[in-house]
């Protein structure tokens, strides 16, 4: 029994550090961390940037969630919301993840 018990916190703890958090659906007011440096920050999904962050800068999370296309790299990317200085900012889920640092 002790041996299930350590293989969760494992898993927990791996799932914790991973970053992308596409296909998720995390609940309003989650902590969300960005994950690698000079990272896009919009003021919509595919919109203007409007800041650029790095790994270690976590928002709450603000329940938005929209795939958009975008031209420089003609993918498409599922973008999440979050409060970022007053207004809410969106980044692209592949350079997310889930934190505890908000």
Known sequence: MKTAHYLAIVVAIATVSQ??????NPPWWTCLCLHGSGIN????????I???????SCFRHA?????????????SHEYFSFHYGGRIGW?????LKYGDNC
């Open 41 to 48: 920050i919009r003021s919509s999904p595919c919109g203007p």
């Open 19 to 24: 970053g992308d958090i596409t296909g998720s």
């Open 63 to 75: 329940s938005g969630k929209q795939t958009c296309f975008l031209t420089d790299d003609f993918r």
């Open 91 to 95: 980044t692209a889920g592949h350079l």
């Open 50 to 56: 409007i800041g650029t962050g790095s790994s270690g």
